[in-house]
């Protein structure tokens, strides 16, 4: 099946690992001209290198703090610059700190609106205007499970993606008529750096090792596993194409059945 990217141009926030490598891996070995950052330069390089080796197309590294207001236009602003314009935004970030309420303070709270909600927004509200010139646009939220269901110990992401989600799901009904659609996708336990760093989290509490908090995870499936980065992206890569020209508004989960929720 042609999903319709090829020479479509893609940014994937905080893409220098984990689930939005693998994203931006997924765009561009479709053909799209991809767009990736992160605030370490050195992993920034070495997953451009690596993604472009592999996919034989073009990537464009741009260090950027995603929790900095100007970053996130700046890199917005870098990626029409060079490409000439922007049809694909996939936001992501690295994810606020695990732990229970009364572990953060406000300054801790701000800390992660700013990564996660507001790095989400900034980045929507600066790529919107391009997209309404070319009348397209994707724009996807990686969001998670905790949604849908709240993980006790992510109190941060639980609070702050549902925001994300809440925004995007308002936002879909307000540009649908300009050609863009707006989608989250909600992963599960993904084997991800983030998803081993929430298990050596719970291990430390636990008293157990960190694969014995990862088997545990695997063990909460239905698929008897946990997921690959690889199967996250596929799902974006679907909502980012020209066969997903009808599905807005949603937030779709990707995680082996785990979740028993009806809707």
């Known amino acids: 099946m042609d999903l319709g990217l090829r020479d479509k141009i893609a940014l994937v926030a905080a893409s220098s690992r984990g689930l939005g490598r693998a994203c931006a891996h997924s765009l561009s070995a479709e053909g799209?001209?991809?767009?990736?950052?992160?605030?370490?330069?050195?992993?920034?390089?070495?997953?451009?290198?690596?993604?472009?080796?592999?996919?034989?197309?073009?990537?464009?590294?741009?260090?950027?703090?995603?929790?900095?207001?100007?970053?996130?236009?700046?890199?917005?602003?870098?990626?029409?610059?060079?490409?000439?314009?922007?049809?694909?935004?996939?936001?992501?970030?690295?994810?606020p700190p695990a732990g229970y309420f009364f572990d953060f303070d406000d300054n801790e709270w701000y800390r992660a609106i700013d990564l996660t909600l507001m790095s989400a927004i900034r980045l929507?509200?600066?790529?919107?205007?391009?997209?309404?010139?070319?009348?397209?646009?994707?724009?996807?939220?990686?969001?998670?499970?905790?949604?849908?269901?709240?993980?006790?110990?992510?109190?941060?992401?639980?609070?702050?993606?549902?925001?994300?989600?809440?925004?995007?799901?308002t936002l879909a009904s307000q540009l649908a008529a300009d050609g863009i659609t707006v989608n989250n996708v909600m992963p599960g336990y993904i084997l991800t750096e983030r998803v081993r760093e929430l298990a050596q989290t719970r291990a430390k509490a636990q008293g157990k090792s960190p694969d014995e908090v990862l088997n545990g995870f695997a063990e909460l499936v239905p698929m008897g596993r946990i997921g690959k980065p690889e199967e996250l992206a596929a799902?974006?890569?679907?909502?980012?194409?020209?066969?997903a020209a009808y599905v807005s508004g949603t937030s779709i989960l990707v995680d082996g059945g785990r979740c028993k929720g009806l809707m």
């Not at 390089?45 to 741009?62: F, K, P, W, Y």
């Not at 646009?137 to 989600?165: C, F, H, Q, T, Y």
């Open 235 to 243: 799902m974006v890569t679907f909502l980012a194409s020209e066969q």
């Open 124 to 169: 929507i509200r600066a790529a919107v205007p391009y997209m309404r010139e070319g009348g397209w646009g994707r724009i996807i939220n990686i969001a998670s499970v905790s949604v849908k269901e709240p993980l006790d110990d992510l109190i941060l992401s639980s609070s702050l993606l549902a925001g994300v989600v809440g925004m995007a799901r």
């Open 32 to 95: 799209a001209k991809v767009v990736i950052c992160a605030r370490d330069g050195k992993d920034l390089r070495s997953a451009a290198d690596e993604i472009a080796g592999d996919t034989n197309n073009q990537v464009l590294a741009i260090v950027a703090d995603l929790t900095s207001a100007r970053d996130c236009r700046q890199v917005v602003q870098d990626t029409v610059e060079y490409f000439g314009g922007l049809h694909v935004l996939v936001t992501n970030n690295a994810g």
